[in-house]
């Protein structure tokens, strides 16, 4: 089974230009999650997304959306991008349903954005 | 309060040692999950090994196994033999039922000394 995919693996803007990344998850999960990484601030989780809504927010500027299509692909865009922006951005797939605690997430390769 | 701390910024251990890595969790709720991730210098997360708050017995997956004590809340992680290919980041995280969100730690790194 493919593993999760995410296009593209580097990119690199300057301020004030807006970027889409995409994900595309584990075969059978409906679950999307996007994650943040700098080495300041760690792991910081952004959004979640289920059966193509919102179903969990994390504490970022509106700057930063999500969406998930039909086929629980998931992009995510930052307009307006600020240097503080520049960060190792990782999506995670998983069933999203049942028993929560069990539902494990599995991360694929990230996104390493550079804001100029 | 932290959901999940891990103490230990930087650890290191010689090749073929055991080392444990330490995490521990706060949570109310009596149904949650803990798990464990290697993110490599490549950046990828990769997940480890998985630990249910019913469950009786410790994880085990490999050279990896979870000694989980849910009195103490801590999920500590345990690498025996250690190989080179161990060095790398290590996030504890918890999935908590209500709510449905993940908890990661602030990661430890640890490097194996040849």
């Known amino acids: 089974k493919a593993g999760v995919t995410q296009t593209p693996r580097y990119l690199i803007k300057t301020r004030g230009q807006q970027v889409t990344l995409s994900c595309s998850p584990i075969?059978?999960?409906?679950?999307v999650s996007w994650y943040q990484q700098t080495p300041g601030q760690g792991l910081q989780f952004l959004f979640e997304?289920?059966?193509?809504?919102?179903?969990n927010k994390g504490n970022f500027p509106g700057r930063f959306s999500g969406r998930q299509f039909s086929n629980s692909r998931s992009e995510m865009n930052v307009s307006t991008l600020e240097l503080g922006d520049s960060a190792l951005y990782l999506c995670a797939s998983s069933l999203g349903s049942g028993n929560g605690g069990t539902d494990t997430q599995y991360f694929g390769p990230g996104t390493r954005l550079t804001v100029l | 309060a932290q959901k999940i701390t891990q103490t230990q910024p930087g650890m290191f251990v010689q090749e073929k040692e055991a080392v444990t890595l330490d995490c521990t969790y706060d949570?109310?709720?009596?149904?949650?999950?803990l798990f464990w991730y290697k993110q490599p210098s490549s950046g990828e997360m990769i997940f480890l090994i998985y630990?249910?708050?019913?469950?009786?017995q410790n994880a085990t997956e490999g050279r990896y196994s979870l000694n989980f004590q849910k009195a103490r809340k801590s999920a500590n992680l345990v690498i025996s033999a250690s190989q080179l290919g161990d060095s790398a980041m290590y996030f504890c995280?918890?999935?908590?039922?209500?709510?449905?969100?993940?908890?990661f730690g602030t990661g430890t790194s640890l490097t194996v000394i040849p």
């Open positions: 997304y289920f059966s193509e809504t919102q179903r």
């Open positions: 630990q249910g708050s019913y469950d009786q």
């Open positions: 995280a918890m999935r908590e039922v209500t709510g449905n969100q993940f908890y």
């Open positions: 075969s059978g999960h409906r679950s």
């Open positions: 949570t109310s709720d009596p149904s949650y999950g």
